[in-house]
């Protein structure tokens, strides 16, 4: 294997003896790099770490032949498409999903890959991977149509199954509850799940939430997936949280090390702290996010109002707690009706 000078490259042992190694520019943004240095793998995004710091990339791109799945893929990273287009949490995503691609593929001709091999590679996944896949090989062969590596998108004409599912569960009053009675102020767990529960937002945003950011009784957010600005009101009870939690870092979510998570390191961590409460499965940060939107939609605020906090670019998911929370009152308000034990106008609160 052929030895390459790589530069800045940092690694450690994690608190399982696992070496993790990471990509750190001069802007001081991390990029974990997977696998072995000099494994394609690695390789790829090291390339792609090096290209979003603005240095042209260094590795791989002369060992790939020309006209292969690799050469596509290596050529893709570099694009404006890839770089400029996608967000950085989409990026990682995609070289995931590509990586393990061309370990098995890339030495294939891009220019003959034909639709049937396509379609039998997506009845072997699950609905949702299969999604994912599919939307990022798309987007793959759709780059190597505009750079002429080929005629036509083979992927054009496949349509999948809408996917019916209520997505990721939201937290029950009892389960937050649990966790709360199990993590106490001050604890790192109960920092993390007041942050989730009384702001609203994502894993990529809650791990960059910091002192900083607090100005005049809130939290500046700018989200990571929408690039939407958002003022978030702090809560009392989010407060009292901060309050009893020390953190002389910049960002409030720290790991053992002292340094700030990534989303997938966070949503670890979380998961560990969630079975520590004796929680299900189904509880995750993310479905604290749903969680702080029913509680909103509970609370009588609009469509419009609940957006306003979590920052949700398409309104038809925020559409659907409300829709829950009106059906609720409207039934107890009926009930109470029927039984003689009110007379309140249907729909209206009391």
Known sequence: MTRIKLSYIHEFRDRHGHIRRYFRGRDGKRVAL??????????????????????????????????????????????????????????????????????????????????????????????????????????LLQF????????????????????????????????????????????????????????????????????????????????????????IPIHPALQRTLDATKSDHLTFLTTLRGEPFSAASFGNAFRLWCNEAGLPKHCSAHGLRKAACRRLAEAGCSVSQIAAVSGHASLSEVQRYTKAADQARLARDAMRTVQGEARTTIGKPE
């Open 34 to 139: 997977p696998g072995l240095p000099g494994s394609a793998e690695f390789n790829a995004a090291y390339e792609a770490a090096l290209v979003g710091a603005g240095r042209p990339p260094r590795v791989g791109e002369a060992r790939t032949a020309p006209g292969t799945v690799n050469a596509a893929i290596v050529a893709y990273y570099n694009s404006d498409a890839f770089r400029n287009g996608l967000k950085h949490g989409t990026q990682r995503m995609r070289r995931n999903i590509l990586e393990a691609f061309r370990t098995k593929h890339g030495e294939k001709r891009i220019a003959t890959l034909p639709t049937p091999f396509i379609v039998s590679m997506l009845a072997s996944m699950k609905p949702f991977a299969a999604r994912n896949w599919l939307k990022t090989l798309r987007g």
């Open 144 to 231: 190597a149509v505009l750079m002429d590596m080929r005629k036509d998108d083979p992927s054009a004409t496949i349509k999948l199954k809408p996917v019916k599912t209520d997505g990721i569960a939201t937290w029950s009053e009892n389960e937050i509850e649990e966790f709360e009675a199990k993590h106490p102020l001050g604890s790192k767990a109960r920092l993390a799940f007041a942050l989730a529960l009384y702001t609203a937002q994502r894993r990529s945003d809650l791990v960059r939430m910091g002192k900083q950011h607090v100005r005049n009784g809130a939290i500046s957010v700018r989200q990571e997936k929408t690039g939407t600005r958002l003022e």
